[in-house]
């Protein structure tokens, strides 16, 4: 049943708090290496909310989400909602990675490296969303 998730009512902190106690076995063990900055020294937050949504984990300062998506996620309506959430995730200047619980619970290493890619500083995932890109330090003006 993991994915991000619509905020229902204002009970934010509580229905957070909810979806980590309802954790399904792939997102506890993802979040067993992620938890206590074990990948790339980032430091992770479990089911926090960005905008009408809940995101599995993410990297505020990376600007990095990570979804585990079971088989909630198959068939076309799940499939339109996932690409709705990811554009909105985007638009908000977020990378959304997502992994199947079969990857994460047979390829957790894969997985992990994965992530650990994906913190990796780049000139495009610097600039802030909708704004210029740095430019190499040979092409800047003075």
């Not at 074990?38 to 949504?53: C, L, M, S, T, Y």
């Amino acid at each position: 049943m993991s994915q991000t998730r619509f905020i229902e009512g204002d009970g934010t902190i509580s229905r957070a708090r909810d979806l980590r106690g309802d954790a399904t076995t792939p997102e506890r063990r993802l979040w067993a290496i992620l938890r206590g900055r074990n990948v790339g020294d980032a430091k992770f937050r479990r089911q926090q909310r960005i905008g009408p949504f809940f995101a599995d984990f993410v990297c505020q300062s990376a600007r990095l989400v990570v979804e585990v998506d079971g088989e909630s996620h198959s068939g076309d309506e799940a499939e339109r909602d996932d690409r709705r959430r990811t554009a909105y995730l985007e638009q908000e200047g977020y990378r959304v990675l997502r992994f199947t619980n079969t990857d994460v619970m047979q390829h957790l290493d894969a997985v992990s490296s994965a992530i650990l890619a994906a913190l990796a500083p780049s000139p495009s995932h610097l600039a802030m969303p909708g704004g210029p890109l740095p430019l190499p330090h040979g092409e800047r003006s003075a």
